[in-house]
């Protein structure tokens, strides 16, 4: 059926010449990665079974408060509960951005999306119109695991960019099925708010990609969370001898909402509730595989989601808990997310209370799997490790919520700073600037609904100077870079 550089000239036009730069930029990339780990890649070849397996599950809008074991009183999540409890589960862990697309950029490379250029105050996610994509100098997880002689597989949600030079299998994944983009888009011209909470599949006209060939289109998104789950038992299994890495991004719970025969009008929270405990099944396939192949002692199994729940859909979306607003905000409901670390033989049984984001998952997982943090470009990331095998303190202690290119909001411990406020997806989105900034104690006060500014004013005064700090480490034209985030014809 083609892939989605089958489009017009002019998009192709600019494809072919980043094309030619970035084949050019990749090489000296991939020599450079190749000669300073080559040492170590011939070392850990020679014992590639002991290495551990990672799976990272990767939800699209899942809500702080939409698990079992986060305390959902409808929606059941067995699975996820188990894992939880035989894990650690992260209270305090946060995604990179409050939007897919950035988020995901975080997430893959570690870094701040603001370094990769991923984000922008003009558009805030890639479009099926957007020319961009991850650049071929950053290094995801994946690169960086290939080197170290992983297999990796990307199933499900990408959105770093669908032309060809972007798409995962130009990112260190060797296979690829899945949506590139959000399962909103590509929406047939006329497309109601009505029709998308009552959805059909052939509503939406987005691509079901096979590696870098379109295989169906529009794709059945009746199916695609169970056909996702299949992809990965599939590669478990094509792949049980030898390290592997499995980037599961679902595309659900992100409106519009689909559910399989098997689960639709099956959960006492509607079709959103039919949608999570179907992702739960899923889960629990994975795990079974896991242990039918004698593989679950030596794999790390990480659940978390992209962004806060969609509120502007009310009962559609999902749900904060206890958190305050949603998805495209900087307050907690937006960034904060439902996190389960899972790894029976190694891994202390604990909730953490400690900070974590999506940040931190690379520098984690090349520590885990003995492949190298870049070292020739700043990182925003920690390694986890020593929290999740040895119960140590998490390293993290500051955390910067950017909207776009601004910092809007610092966590430094248990204390947040609002220096810019701005709802999302509604009418009353009014930016507003806080002088002083607005505080929270949020580990007493998780919902900030208490600003303490005028009672601390000398904590306000600290978290300045680390944020002071941190802009002086920004690369100056980082936010220049920020500029991929465009119409094609801008
Ligand atoms: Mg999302």
């Not at 478990?236 to 001898?241: A, L, P, V």
């Not at 002692?297 to 969609?310: M, R």
């Not at 905000?329 to 904060?336: K, L, N």
């Amino acid at each position: 059926m083609g892939t989605l550089n089958d489009v017009p000239d002019k998009l192709n036009f600019l494809g072919t010449k980043m094309k030619n730069k970035i084949s050019r930029r990749k090489f000296l990339r991939d020599a450079s990665i190749v000669s300073s780990s080559f040492a170590t890649f011939n070392l850990l070849s020679c014992n590639n079974n002991k290495k551990p397996n990672i799976i990272i599950i990767f939800c699209d809008d899942l809500g702080y408060g939409d698990l079992g074991t986060f305390g959902h009183p409808s929606i059941r999540t067995p699975n996820l509960d188990k894992l939880a409890a035989e894990g650690q589960k992260w209270t305090n862990f946060y995604a990179a951005a409050s939007v897919c697309t950035p988020s995901r950029a975080g997430i893959l490379t570690g870094r701040l999306p603001i370094r990769s250029g991923m984000c922008s105050d003009v558009r805030r996610v890639l479009f099926p119109d957007s020319a961009g994509g991850l650049p071929q100098t950053e290094i995801t997880i994946a690169a960086a695991l290939k080197q170290a002689g992983y297999k990796n597989a990307c199933i499900g949600k990408w959105h770093l960019g669908h032309l060809n030079q972007y798409l995962p299998t130009n990112h260190g994944f060797d296979y690829y099925y899945g949506i590139p983009y959000s399962n909103d888009m590509d929406a047939i011209k006329g497309t109601t708010r009505k029709e998308q909470i009552n959805p059909r599949t052939e509503y939406f006209n987005v691509p079901l990609m096979r590696n870098e060939e379109i295989i169906e289109r529009p794709a059945d998104q009746n199916s695609i969370t169970k056909r996702y789950t299949e992809e990965a038992v599939k590669y478990i299994r094509q792949n049980k001898d030898q390290p592997f890495f499995i980037y599961l991004a679902h595309n659900l719970p992100h409106i519009p909402l689909f559910a399989s025969s098997d689960f639709n009008n099956t959960s006492k929270r509607g079709l959103y509730g039919d949608v999570i405990e179907e992702i739960d099944f899923g889960v629990g396939e994975i795990i079974k595989t896991l242990k039918e192949n004698g593989l679950d002692k030596n794999t790390l199994v990480i659940f978390t989601s992209d962004n806060g729940p969609w509120l502007a859909f009310n009962q559609h979306g999902g749900s904060a808990g206890l958190l305050r607003n949603g998805k495209g905000t900087t307050w907690e409901g937006g960034m904060r997310e439902p996190t389960i670390f899972w790894n029976p033989s190694k891994i202390k049984p604990a909730v953490i209370a400690g900070m974590g984001s999506t940040l931190d998952l690379f520098s984690t997982v090349c520590n885990l799997a003995g492949a190298q943090v870049p070292a020739d470009r700043i990182m925003d990331s920690f390694n986890l490790l020593p929290t999740l095998f040895d119960g140590k303190p998490s390293p993290r202690n500051l955390f910067f919520y950017y909207r776009g290119t601004e910092i809007y909001a610092v966590r430094k411990g248990d204390f947040k700073i609002h220096l810019i406020t701005q709802n999302s997806y509604t009418k009353n989105n009014e930016k507003i600037v806080h002088n002083p900034p607005q505080l929270y104690n949020i580990q007493v006060d998780p919902s900030e609904k208490y600003n303490i500014s005028e009672q601390h004013p000398e904590i306000i005064e600290g978290i300045l100077k680390d944020l002071v700090e941190h802009k002086s480490k920004l690369i100056p034209g980082e936010d220049q870079l920020a500029k991929r985030i465009v119409k094609s014809d801008q």
